[in-house]
């Protein structure tokens, strides 16, 4: 997945917002919480940060082309970063962005979550 193809995905995703930040990171929040990241890779393939359910933290932190997301795994939190997979992979990328952005939004205020139209089921 390219960067643009990953800010598609993002950006289709409902209440989100987007900005660069983090020495240049495509960051993407939802009510004002990040749920994905695209950057923070050292070299030119891209690279990307997502929230993670307890299973999948644990499951993808065994598989090649995911580890525990610098920063936000050596404070506990179960975030993911996928690096250095083939482009064969990106269907998982996509459930795991939306399964991120769904995390996320269960984790804001029920009074924000309506106030965004979020989780209303």
Avoid at 37 to 42: A, L, M, N, R, T
Avoid at 43 to 53: C, E, G, R, Y
């Amino acid at each position: 997945m390219t960067y643009e193809e990953f800010n598609q995905l993002c950006r289709s995703l409902p209440v989100t917002s987007y900005v660069i930040q983090w020495g240049g990171s495509h960051v993407w929040k939802v009510g004002g919480k990040v749920f994905a990241i695209g950057g923070w890779e050292k070299n030119d393939k891209p690279a990307f940060i997502f929230k993670a359910s307890e299973l999948n933290f644990h499951f993808l932190s065994d598989l090649s082309g995911y580890r525990p997301a610098p920063y936000f795994a050596s404070r506990g939190m179960k975030w993911i970063q996928q690096y250095d997979v083939p482009d064969t992979e990106d269907d998982g990328l996509m459930y795991y962005l939306k399964e991120s952005h769904r995390i996320v939004s269960l984790g804001l205020t029920k009074k924000k979550q309506k106030e965004l139209g979020l989780n209303q089921d």
